[in-house]
């Protein structure tokens, strides 16, 4: 083995992420010498944040509220749709509603009150925002003459999704004179006692000391390690698909815990969303998230043996899709079909023209070229059609268009019409895991919560590897939020602790 070399920083971050280096960014402003660890190489750089779909989350005062963080082209469908206020109550209110109630109130009341201005903060930094309009509906199936309503609470996002995120991060700390190592996975934390100094880096010929008089922990959760999926959240989760990074192993999270770091928040809980059947074992940055299958609410869910087992319109899709993975994985075979008709099939978002359709003119012959029971299959969209009210069909808003409550097992509370249009399309569908939720305990200054309940010196945590913020499910867009928020909160405590 090479003889162990030593490198020297103010700040170090580990992960290169949206939450990495966003705090990477602050520690900068505080004069502090920073230096990033990526485990991944140049091309396969920006970790989950590069998958994504660039949605922040965030409080604000509605489309007038909105327009000076987008660019002018991102403001391009500002008078076609509407934009309500969303209030930080409604944003709480929001996250109380998926998450149960459970989530840390001082963790996301910091969050929600540092949203909007972070937002602002990253757009001086050259991070390009935009109108999320062409995400669930397709543009071309818009009628010039009306308006439509985009959800408050997603209705931003980075140019160019998560690889604009990144491309227009990355551009920022070259510009700011952030370092940053790549090949360079961080194996374990240099402790002096609760006191972090550093870390090891593991490379191919030896290790590599990194010390710093601050370190910042981005470095995601560990939904890329299928041995942990299996011990945290049950049988099964070992064989289901990532939709991201394949960098993820939850080193780090580990280690922290092992130098006395106190766990938080669901570990038995995680992001997983319906993913095309036929989607790559682990993400593929020429793909993103584009074989992700959303548009679930226009369609009748069923599993293998034409069984509905979910409210596929409970709620707007950025709030129940996160859990509907969830529901997909407990199916046979952990795999569904999202059933189409005629009236609804162009309402398709965009990301389904990745995947193969399945057609047919009756439901008997699209039963049998799944692999449906089609007996199961008639019998369940039969009943479904009969427990079918009518009403006026609004797929641009919730329309409480439900069935009848008495009439099924499982209801569908809202875009509740018939299935009876042929052609009939189906779409198959898996279980694809995004991030995990059980992480480090963090306070409202990003500081890692030893299991005495002190700060541990020198020890910051941000991103997916913080726990306590999300349980049983979780509201689009608040994850990168999230890391922002205590990315930028983390890299300046970091960096006054470095400098001072």
């Known amino acids: 083995m090479a003889t162990q070399s030593r490198v020297d920083a103010d700040v170090v971050v580990v992960g290169a992420g949206n939450a990495a280096i966003t705090a990477a960014l602050a520690a900068r402003e505080q004069g502090a010498d920073v230096l990033v660890l990526e485990a991944s190489s140049k091309e396969l750089r920006g970790g989950n944040s590069r998958f994504s779909g660039g949605i922040f989350r965030f409080a604000h005062d509605g489309i007038e509220h909105l327009k000076p963080i987008l660019t002018e082209e991102g403001r391009h469908w500002a008078d076609k749709v509407i934009v309500e206020a969303y209030e930080p109550d409604r944003f709480q209110g929001d996250i109380d509603l998926v998450c149960q109630g459970r989530s840390d109130a001082d963790l996301f009341r910091t969050l929600i009150e540092r949203s909007y201005e972070t937002v602002a903060w990253m757009a001086g930094y050259g991070v390009r925002w935009e109108l999320v309009v062409d995400k669930l509906f397709d543009p071309k199936n818009f009628d010039p003459t009306k308006t439509y309503v985009v959800p408050p609470g997603g209705a931003v996002r980075a140019t160019n999704e998560g690889v604009g995120l990144m491309y227009d991060l990355f551009g920022a700390a070259e510009r700011a004179g952030v370092r940053i190592m790549y090949d360079a996975p961080a194996h374990e934390l240099l402790m002096d006692g609760a006191t972090c100094r550093g870390v090891k880096v593991r490379g191919r010929d030896g290790f590599v000391d990194v010390y710093g008089k601050a370190v910042v922990l981005g470095c995601g959760g560990f939904e890329s390690n299928p041995e942990m999926r299996l011990r945290y959240l049950g049988e099964g989760w070992d064989l289901v698909k990532v939709r991201g990074t394949r960098f993820n192993m939850g080193t780090m999270l580990m280690q922290a815990l092992a130098a006395g770091a106190a766990p938080a928040g669901h570990w038995g809980g995680a992001h997983a969303s319906p993913l095309d059947s036929n989607a790559p074992p682990v993400g593929e940055l020429h793909l993103t998230d584009r074989l992700s299958r959303y548009s679930y609410p226009y369609s009748v869910l069923v599993n293998r043996h034409g069984d509905r087992f979910v409210d596929e319109g409970e709620d707007e899709v950025w709030l129940t899709y996160a859990k509907t993975g969830w529901a997909i994985r407990s199916q046979p075979s952990a795999v569904a079909w999202q059933i189409f008709d005629a009236k609804t099939v162009h309402l398709l978002e965009p990301r389904y023209s990745t995947g193969t359709p399945i057609e047919a003119d009756s439901l008997d012959d699209l039963a049998a070229k799944c692999g449906i029971d089609a007996e199961?299959?008639?019998?369940?969209?039969?009943?479904?059609?009969?427990?079918?009210?009518?009403?006026?069909?609004?797929?641009?808003?919730?329309?409480?268009?439900r069935t009848r409550p008495e009439s099924l097992g499982v209801p569908k509370s809202h875009w509740a019409q018939p299935i009876d249009s042929p052609p009939y399309t189906a779409y198959g569908v898996t279980c694809g895991i995004t991030f995990t939720y059980g992480g480090l305990k963090i306070d409202t200054d990003a500081q890692v919560i030893d299991t005495t309940g002190q700060p541990m010196p020198g020890l910051y945590a941000t991103g997916e590897i913080a726990g306590g913020f999300f349980f049983h499910?979780?509201?689009?867009?608040?994850?990168?939020?999230?890391?922002?928020?205590?990315?930028?909160?983390?890299?300046?405590?970091?960096?006054?602790?470095a400098k001072g």
């Not at 199961?376 to 409480?400: I, M, S, W, Y």
């Not at 499910?473 to 602790?497: E, H, K, T």
């Open 376 to 401: 199961r299959l008639g019998r369940t969209v039969a009943e479904f059609n009969a427990a079918c009210q009518g009403g006026e069909f609004d797929p641009f808003h919730k329309d409480g268009l």
């Open 473 to 497: 499910n979780y509201a689009a867009g608040s994850g990168l939020m999230r890391g922002a928020v205590f990315g930028r909160i983390a890299g300046d405590r970091a960096g006054r602790l």
